[in-house]
């Protein structure tokens, strides 16, 4: 699969102090793409370099196969940009501004007025005569998502499009991205752990300018976390911890409340099939038996060794 976006030694330097350090990425053609990473990693750096708006100290940007220290206007109208805190012309309504936006980049009449429709629909925004300072942030974050949209670029660049939006705003702007599926390449950089593994089907994470990963969700899940089954049972959790504890493919045991054992193990099937005869040996009633599937939280801590 060809590569929408290609960081090769990307290194930045402010002050003697490395923002980024030799990162390498690749950007499949039509993937919704998380770059995550704690605050201060350098997620805002690296994309103000892919935008054009920054300098890298050393290395290569490759947007659609072309260098982007040489890549001219052609190149540029093929992206959108929502910066993390985006402007409006407030007194302007969001149909006002789309059509500004639009304009900018000589869209012809006819065709500037249906995308306007289109994206504000796709938006949630369409019928809203409000004027944008009577906006909520949600509603902002989303038209901010639509005006990158109006010139159907190919690669479409999110800067914290969620951060600092309540429950309903950030379910919006996700919602708006899963519409997007297939119609855009997607990077959408984010601190949120929740939000990336909601959308993303391929992430890197960044943390102090290194990348530490990169991979699809599933295969991340599966070469970072072990896998961990939670059990209940009635009475008797503290001796069966204890016999499970001394089997060769348990990892790690721990206990919570109500009877629950939480055990990391090495060997999931044999695991599944040894447990309940651990639980009837201890003539412990099995109240729940389920295997945990690995979130992205667990790769996170393991990697980066705190949660953003």
């Not at 290194?11 to 990162?23: I, Q, S, Y």
């Not at 006002?96 to 949630?124: N, S």
């Not at 670029?153 to 991205?177: F, H, N, Q």
């Not at 493919?249 to 695991?271: K, T, Y």
């Amino acid at each position: 699969m060809s590569a929408a976006l290609e960081l090769v030694g990307l290194t930045k330097e402010f002050g003697g102090k490395r923002a980024l350090d030799a990162v390498d990425l690749s950007v499949a053609d039509g993937s919704i793409f998380g770059f995550l990473g704690p605050n201060g990693a350098g997620k805002t750096t690296a994309l103000r370099i892919v935008t054009g708006l920054a300098r890298p100290t050393s290395g290569t940007v490759r947007v659609l196969g072309q260098d982007v220290a040489t890549a001219g206007n052609a190149v540029r109208a093929q992206l959108g940009f929502l910066p993390d805190v985006p402007a409006f012309y407030e007194w302007m309504t969001g149909p006002e501004f789309m059509r500004f936006v639009g304009g900018l980049f000589g869209l012809e009449h006819r065709i500037l007025y249906q995308r306007t429709a289109m994206l504000l629909d796709i938006a949630g925004l369409a019928g809203v005569t409000t004027r944008i300072g009577g906006y909520s942030r949600g509603m902002k974050q989303r038209l901010g998502i639509a005006q990158a949209l109006i010139n159907a670029p190919r690669l479409l660049l999110l800067d914290e499009p969620t951060s600092a939006l309540d429950p309903i705003g950030r379910k919006d702007v996700l919602d708006m991205l899963d519409a997007l599926r297939g119609r855009a390449t997607i990077f959408f950089s984010s601190h949120i752990l929740g939000d990336v593994e909601r959308v993303c089907d391929t992430v890197a994470i960044l943390n102090h300018g290194r990348v530490l990963t990169q991979s699809s969700m599933h295969e991340l899940k599966e070469r970072h976390s072990g896998h961990r089954i939670v059990l209940e049972v009635t009475d008797g959790a503290d001796v069966l911890a204890a016999a499970i504890t001394a089997q060769p493919w348990a990892a790690s045991v721990s206990r919570g409340g109500h009877g629950a054992i939480e055990v990391l193990v090495a060997d999931q099937d044999a695991a599944q099939r040894e447990l309940p005869a651990l639980v009837a040996a201890q003539h412990a009633g099995l109240v729940r038996l389920e295997a945990v599937e690995p979130g992205l939280e667990d790769v996170f801590v393991e990697l980066v060794g705190e949660v953003a």
